[in-house]
């Protein structure tokens, strides 16, 4: 089996230094196994900011780029796989930003895989440019496809990554708790349709909807509450191939 940990957290508003402590903390105090797979929620350093300040994007491609060199400082500590982002400088035409996630592993300067938000929501659109590419990597197995957010609603992309392999997709948000019916009901249908697993971490509060996983027949395996907690979810790539063999759909074709 491998392990998976949602780390359901708010961001400080003491600034994003103090967020990323407050993350570190989080992620030690749940004792991570070597080799676990550590998820954050989007934008987890900052919340979800569909207009935010300049001075909190950052240079991906630099030495300074806070969040990067967090997330690759706390692989290496917990020698563990960690999965967050948080807000890119980026210029052209009207967009300022993209939103990103990255998969960091332990000893490693760069990411492994880097992804850009595909589908901006509401005003976040007016400022932030969309991703044209989905992203994967290989983890204890797993073909694993992340995605952030509103990507939810868009069932195309998820297939996509099924044709491409997939066999774990992630899915870190801010979503709101008002529609928190539509985010279990979509994360178990992309679960079910494309017969993957499917982890979704979520910021904590009880204005968001709560962080949640599903197996490949569409099995709940987490209940989370609102609150900041770390949740663990043991998954296996054996039980994904068996649901497969079990109850075969039709290959799908791009």
């Known amino acids: 089996m491998a392990n998976a940990i949602l780390i359901q957290m708010q961001p400080s508003p003491n600034g994003k230094e103090a967020s990323f402590e407050k993350a570190r903390q989080m992620a030690l105090l749940s004792n991570p196994a070597p080799g676990s797979l550590i998820l954050l929620p989007e934008m987890f350093a900052t919340g979800f900011l569909p207009k935010p300040e300049s001075s909190l994007a950052e240079n991906l491609e630099t030495s300074d780029a806070q969040t990067a060199h967090f997330l690759q400082a706390l692989a290496s500590e917990t020698r563990c796989f960690v999965l967050g982002g948080g807000i890119e400088a980026f210029s052209q035409g009207e967009f300022q930003f993209r939103n990103w996630t990255g998969l960091f592993e332990p000893g490693k300067k760069f990411p492994r895989a880097l992804y850009r938000k595909r589908h901006p929501f509401a005003e976040e659109a007016e400022l932030f440019s969309p991703g044209n590419e989905l992203a994967h990597f290989e983890w204890e197995g797993f073909q694993a496809f992340p995605f952030i957010c509103f990507d939810l609603r868009f069932p195309e992309d998820f297939r996509k990554a099924r044709i491409l392999g997939a066999s774990l997709l992630t899915v870190q948000a801010e979503w709101p708790a ?30 968001f909807a709560t962080s949640s996983a599903f197996g490949p027949n569409g099995e709940e395996l987490l209940d989370a509450n609102c609150a900041e907690n770390v949740f663990q979810v043991a998954i296996s790539v054996q039980h994904v191939q068996k649901s497969r063999e079990k109850f075969p759909l039709p290959s799908p074709a791009l």
């Not at 008002?178 to 009880?206: M, P």
């Open 178 to 207: 008002s529609r928190a019916l539509h985010f279990k009901t979509l994360l178990r249908a992309r679960a079910i349709e494309n017969q993957c697993y499917i982890l979704a971490c979520s910021r904590a509060g009880k204005d």
